[in-house]
């Protein structure tokens, strides 16, 4: 699975800057995520932006004062250099459309069109394609709207609604509470193919009326067939539990809630796990997870600690760890310290 975050599409921008022309007017975005996109590259590069849409009414965006004076004092009609950009292309519906009603407006201006993402380097209806992501590919900013769900297995709580407190956590009528409650997360417009969760068996139905209240659709719901919660802590199987179900299926993608927990399902599993917390997927093998440095920038400050007393050095090998996990850690110390 290619997984890019919004982290990954502004650092493509931030690379690709000097493939852009440099007197760009006014940049476009194709909605909706194109105007991600158009957003990114206006802040960065400091260049007025506006949706489709308003550019063919003739408007574009307001902005601070950090923006360049005189172009904000200029009409859309009047800009000279226009990039019109989309967040990815695939087949090309989208920017062949944006191009026609560009061309059916009649708006005389030097057209630059471009994608962050492709799935080759070239296309007809694109000038530049910023970087290659062969599928089969995801994004954070359409996960949950995905085909792929049906063919993934997802975690519940920190997912699909926000973890339960402490004090709502006590295996007891607070916690009977907070199924009924919980607050919705990330909202599916696909069904899943497997609903996969630590909570006990035992709140098999009001778990099943929270997601028909929220109109979640899935295939299958798995749960942990535990007495209790001090049970399920002292056996300690969150990971193993959600990976020996996901590695018996055809699954092809594990969307989990936390960190280590998708380190461990990946691991045990050996498929690939997708993270919520940092937006990161964990492979069986550690080491084809993308560059470190790039990696660190998306995990939390809980866990990067780049300030810590012990200083960079320990720093850099904390955040390896916790992304590579103990095991893909000293693998990579192995290689590195192996003679050329």
Not at 315 to 323: P, Q
Request: charged content about 25%.
């Amino acid at each position: 699975m290619h997984y890019r975050s919004i982290s990954d599409m502004n650092d493509a921008i931030v690379r690709n800057l000097h493939r852009l022309p440099r007197d760009i007017d006014l940049v476009v975005g194709v909605p909706r995520s194109g105007i991600l996109a158009a957003t990114l590259v206006s802040l960065t590069a400091n260049i007025p932006m506006t949706d489709l849409d308003s550019f063919l009414a003739g408007k574009i965006y307001t902005s601070g004062v950090t923006k360049r004076r005189a172009a904000l004092d200029r009409k859309a009609a009047e800009m000279r250099k226009v990039l019109v950009i989309d967040d990815s292309v695939s087949g090309g519906a989208a920017m062949r459309d944006a191009r026609s009603r560009i061309e059916a407006a009649g708006i005389q201006a030097d057209f630059t069109y471009a994608a962050v993402f492709g799935l080759v380097p070239q296309y007809e209806e694109t000038d530049l394609v910023l970087e290659v992501v062969p599928h089969p590919r995801m994004f954070q900013w359409n996960f949950m709207h995905h085909k792929f769900l049906a063919q993934s297995c997802v975690d519940i709580d920190g997912v699909l609604c926000l973890d339960p407190t402490e004090a709502e956590n006590d295996d007891g009528p607070a916690y009977e509470k907070f199924l009924s409650e919980a607050l919705p997360l990330h909202g599916p417009t696909r069904k899943i193919g497997w609903l996969v969760t630590s909570r006990l068996e035992k709140y098999r139905k009001l778990t099943e009326a929270w997601l028909a209240k929220h109109d979640i659709q899935y295939d299958h719901l798995i749960m942990l067939d535990l007495p209790s919660k001090a049970e399920r802590q002292r056996l300690g199987v969150h990971g193993s539990f959600k990976a020996d179900f996901y590695r018996k299926t055809d699954a092809i993608l594990f969307i989990e809630s936390e960190h280590q927990q998708a380190l461990k399902i990946a691991k045990l599993s050996g498929k690939p796990v997708l993270c919520v917390e940092t937006h990161l997927v964990s492979y069986p093998d550690a080491l084809s997870l993308p560059a470190l440095g790039q990696s660190a920038r998306n995990l939390p400050a809980r866990l990067r600690q780049i300030n810590s007393p012990d200083g960079r050095k320990t720093a850099i090998k904390n955040v390896a760890r916790t992304l590579l996990g103990e095991r893909g850690y000293e693998t990579l110390k192995n290689r590195v310290k192996r003679p050329a």
